[in-house]
């Protein structure tokens, strides 16, 4: 099952949400906002980066900044916990399954997401849509 999370606000995260539902393809999806990530989440999404937190984390966020803290000095336990206390500062969405992680909305890498019965029907299907 596709994970997808998100926050109110964000305007990737409802592309996202929209790329999924005009696919047809499930997924569940979890305000950060008012359900933060539990520490095992965390870890699990982590461990899928290939960047660590650099991948995860906006260093623009304007809470990082208030905070003033360096994501890099934390021990685990001090990250695990801003991430749940400021779940704003994840980057957005995050999207996960299984096997992939992505972060943030691109309309060419989500594609990954497709089930492989289904991606020759909708590559097909969209070709046409193209040249009509």
């Not at 999370?5 to 790329?19: E, N």
């Not at 623009?60 to 003033?68: E, H, P, V």
């Not at 996960?96 to 992680?101: A, K, S, T």
Request: charged share 30%; net charge negative.
């Amino acid at each position: 099952m596709i994970n997808l999370y998100t926050t109110t606000s964000c305007t990737s995260c409802q592309k996202a949400k929209a790329w999924f539902e005009e696919n047809q393809i499930d997924y569940i999806e979890r305000n950060l906002s008012h359900n933060p990530l539990e520490e095992d989440e965390i870890k699990n999404i982590l461990s899928m980066t290939e960047e660590g937190t650099d991948e995860i984390i906006s260093t623009r966020s304007k809470i990082l900044q208030k905070l003033n803290i360096e994501i890099d000095e934390l021990s685990l336990q001090e990250l695990y916990k801003v991430l749940r206390d400021h779940p704003t500062i994840l980057k957005r969405p995050i999207i996960q399954d299984e096997r992939i992680l992505q972060v943030g909305y691109n309309e060419e890498d989500i594609r990954a997401f497709i089930p492989r019965r289904l991606r020759a029907f909708i590559t097909i299907e969209q070709s046409e849509q193209v040249n009509t």
